[in-house]
């Protein structure tokens, strides 16, 4: 543990970091962690350079991680690299969480074509 007099003082930078935050989510029990983390972290970057909120589809995130190796591991809930997540994230982007929400029926099921047409 490192010494109190070690520790940096608390910074104004906290309070503008705190600001952009999105709310945080539950991932019920779908192993769906990165996919969760990943979209936190897009929904805090376009909040902090758009200055609004939007809500990612997570299950569309987990879905197409999953998918870039689905010959080897196929389409189960199963948990995955954040490097596939951001894989999938550059090669499929994502949609709102409106137009595939984060339902435990859709965990396996891939995302329709209006999904990856909005994304």
Avoid at 14 to 20: D, K, T
Avoid at 24 to 41: E, Y
Avoid at 45 to 54: C, Q
Avoid at 79 to 97: K, N, V
Wanted: aromatic content about 14%; glycine content about 6%.
């Amino acid at each position: 543990m490192p010494n109190k007099d070690e520790l940096q003082p608390f910074s104004a930078d906290h309070a503008l970091f705190n600001s952009a935050m999105t709310t945080v989510k539950d991932q019920s029990r779908i192993g769906s962690c990165t996919a969760n983390s990943l979209a936190g972290a897009y929904e805090y970057l376009f909040k902090k350079s758009a200055g609004s909120n939007i809500d990612v589809s997570r299950l569309f995130i987990y879905y197409n991680a999953r998918a870039l190796n689905a010959q080897m591991y196929g389409i189960a809930n199963t948990g995955y690299s954040m490097t596939d997540a951001i894989a999938a994230l550059e090669q499929y982007g994502t949609c709102f969480e409106l137009i595939w929400p984060y339902k435990i029926s859709y965990v396996n099921v891939q995302p329709s074509e209006a999904t990856y047409e909005q994304a």
